[in-house]
Structure formats: structure tokens, C-alpha cells
């Protein structure tokens, strides 16, 4: 937790250099700068399951300060080792390729969407950003067995529970008192959100989804990820993510560490033709995803 600067410091004798090295130890903990609402109309329909990345992302990103800086972090950063340091965002795509500022860029996007989920509604154990890049890992993983696109897969289970940011938003300590109550019981905390609101965090993310023109493949995955049934010809991608949910949290990455990881569901297993021990054959390969994915965003130490 980042405390406020020289807060339990006031009115000791501490000397300049350390309230230097205070600060910029709290700015490195500072996520992503988040995009200017200005910019996302035209970000978004960048990342349609039918657009390779184009030079046109990086035209997007130029103009925006916040996601100038991320990019040029994380090219920056130790995991791509380039010797020397971009300092534009046409270096950054020459170095990285556009498929990789893809990558970013769609992480950075939901970084500040999904973290505000853990800073506004603080429930030890719970971690929205880890598990959310976990689930993207492994449904890149699950995709890649099922003969689909791994990006898109990549994207659509990082994205799955940003319905839980809303609730966060709107019912923040109901929202609480229900995670935590949902540790002691049988129920999944989807079907309590049901019960309580008559629609959970699957339903919201799909609206969410839906006003801001996603793809209608990922609007799908994202709002049938628990319930996985309709008639939609996208309810694979839902099956994929439904599956990469119980994954991420089989490997130790779930929404809320201190509760129960529920089985995936049935209808997801029969739809990727998979079993629960062909999914756990999987987890190595979604291990050593997800630490690739993570390496950018972990800082030098
Ligand atoms: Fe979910
Ligand atoms: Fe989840």
C-alpha cells in the first residue's frame, strides 16, 4: 500500500535526500498513466478480432502522453534488453514490431480499468491485475490448443472481470462484504451478484463491452464467461474463457486468494472437448506466459 508522502514523518528531522528517494520510490509504484479519453475512440477499434496491428496504432499513441510513456517503459524496461533506449514511439515500434505494441497497448488500456478495482475497494487477497493477466495467459494457451487466434484469446481473458470494477465503482462495501462472505459458501460470487443485484459481473462486463464497440466475439466471451450457454456463435471464445478462469486460479492466480476455486463449467469442457486433466496438462505452458507477460510491467529491482 503506497502511503502519503512524509505522512508518518511529520515533524522529524529527516533529511531531503530521503524524502527524494521516499517519492520516487511511490512514483515507481504508480501503474500505467491512463489514455486521455480523447484518444480511445479512435484506440479501441484498433482491436477487432479481424485488424492486425497496423501503423495506425502507433499514430494513436504518438498524440497521447500517458500511453507515450507506458510504451517507452516497458520497451525500456530489462525484459527487452535493448542496449540502447527508445525515445519515440517510432523507435519503440521499429524495436518492438507492431504485433508487441499490441500487446502493450491493450494491457496498459486495461491496467488502469481493472486496478481500479484493488485501489477502491481494498480486500486482502483479492488482486484483479494478476489474475486478470493469468486468465489472458492461459486462454492464449487454451486457444493455441483449440486452433484459434492467441491474441485474441490473450485479450479477451484479460478483459473478462471488468464488470467487477463497475460493481466496485457502484456497490464498493456491499460489493465487500460480498467477496468476502463468498469465501465461507458454496456459491460462486457471480451467482450471489445475481441473486442480490439480478445480474452479475459477466452481464456488466458485456454492457461495458457493447457501449464501447468491441468485437462482438469479445463482448460474447466476456458476458457468458460464467454461464457459457445461448445461442451466439461466439460461445466458444465464452467456453475458452470460462475454462482459463478456473486455470489462472488452479495455478494460484484467482480473483481472491482467500476463497475456493469453483470447477469450470460443464457446458466449457464439452464445447473445447477438453477434461479437467487435459486443462491441467496446460497450466507449465500458462506458467511460463503469463511470467513472459508479467517481465515488462515488473519493475528493475
Ligand atoms: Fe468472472
Ligand atoms: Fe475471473
Not at 484483479?128 to 495467459?137: D, E, N
Not at 458485456?206 to 450457454?229: C, I, T, Y
Not at 472437448?273 to 511460463?288: C, F, T
Request: hydrophobic share 45%.
Amino acid at each position: 500500500m503506497i502511503e502519503p508522502i512524509g505522512s508518518e514523518r511529520a515533524g522529524q528531522n529527516v533529511d531531503s535526500n530521503e524524502h527524494m528517494s521516499t517519492l520516487a520510490e511511490q512514483l515507481e509504484q504508480i501503474p500505467f498513466f491512463p489514455p486521455a479519453v480523447q484518444v480511445i475512440p479512435r484506440l479501441l477499434p484498433l482491436f477487432g478480432n479481424d485488424k492486425s496491428p497496423t501503423d495506425e496504432l502507433a499514430e494513436v499513441v504518438r498524440v497521447d502522453s500517458g500511453l507515450t510513456a507506458d510504451i517507452l517503459r516497458v520497451c525500456n524496461s530489462a525484459a527487452f534488453g535493448f542496449q540502447m533506449r527508445a525515445q519515440t514511439i517510432q523507435d519503440a515500434a521499429l524495436r518492438l514490431g507492431m504485433k508487441e505494441m499490441y500487446k502493450i497497448t491493450s494491457k496498459v488500456i486495461a491496467e488502469p480499468i481493472l486496478g481500479a478495482g484493488v485501489h477502491q475497494v481494498p480486500v486482502d487477497g483479492v488482486d484483479l491485475w494478476h489474475h486478470s493477466l493469468a486468465t489472458g495467459s492461459a486462454s492464449a494457451i487454451i486457444a493455441e490448443a483449440m486452433g484459434t487466434d492467441m491474441e485474441i484469446g490473450f485479450t479477451i481473458g484479460l478483459l473478462h472481470d471488468i464488470g467487477k470494477v463497475r460493481l466496485v465503482q457502484t456497490v464498493g462495501s456491499d460489493y465487500r462484504e460480498m467477496i468476502i462472505a463468498a469465501r465461507g459458501g458454496a456459491e460462486p460470487l457471480h451467482s450471489m451478484e445475481a441473486q442480490k443485484w439480478g445480474l452479475d459481473h459477466a452481464v456488466i462486463g458485456g454492457q461495458l463491452l457493447k457501449r464501447w464497440n468491441f468485437p462482438e466475439n469479445m463482448r460474447d466471451a466476456v458476458l457468458l464467461h460464467h454461464s457459457v450457454m445461448g445461442t451466439t456463435p461466439n460461445l466458444d471464445f465464452a467456453a475458452q474463457v470460462n475454462l482459463a478462469d478456473y486455470l489462472a486460479g488452479a495455478i494460484g492466480l484467482p480473483y481472491d486468494r482467500l476463497g475456493p476455486v469453483h470447477p469450470p463449467n460443464p457446458r466449457a469442457l464439452h464445447l473445447a472437448n477438453m477434461s479437467v486433466e487435459d486443462l491441467h496438462k496446460l497450466a507449465p505452458r500458462v506458467i511460463e506466459h503469463f511470467n513472459r507477460e508479467q517481465a515488462p510491467f515488473v519493475e528493475r529491482g
